[in-house]
Nanobody, 115 residues
Framework: QVQLVESGGGLVQTGGSLRLSCAAS????????MGWYRQAPGKQRESVAV???????NYADSVKGRFTISRDNAKNTVFLQMNSLKPEDTAVYYC?????????WGQGTQVTVSS
């Protein structure tokens, strides 16, 4: 059974940084494109960053230059380093495959950026 467990969220002031982690169990990780998604209150879930098994990455325009996605295939873990955080980054952050599999959504991790 596949599980994706996100961690590392919290409350931070504008301009601060957080590093999110997503630990994957099961056999889905090493060959798949992984992504971070987020959902703000009252908004649809959106893709934030993606990374291939080889490490190529891509970002939403809203986070480009501030967020960095990385992965450790040996540890089945994907990371999201978030710098220069803004109040509009406030959301629940999730990891999943790209494209996502609805069965793999975890609980997410809350990121709150205060102004």
């Amino acid at each position: 059974q596949v599980q994706l467990v996100e961690s590392g969220g919290g409350l931070v002031q504008t301009g601060g940084s957080l590093r999110l982690s997503c630990a994957a169990s099961g056999s889905i990780f090493s060959l798949n494109i992984m992504g971070w998604y987020r959902q703000a209150p009252g908004k649809q879930r959106e893709s934030v960053a993606v990374i291939t098994s080889g490490g190529a990455d891509n970002y939403a325009d809203s986070v480009k230059g501030r967020f960095t996605i990385s992965r450790d295939n040996a540890k089945n873990t994907v990371f999201l380093q978030m710098n220069s955080l803004k109040p509009e980054d406030t959301a629940v952050y999730y990891c999943n495959l790209v494209p996502f599999n609805t069965a793999y959504w975890g609980q997410g991790t809350q990121v709150t950026v205060s102004s």
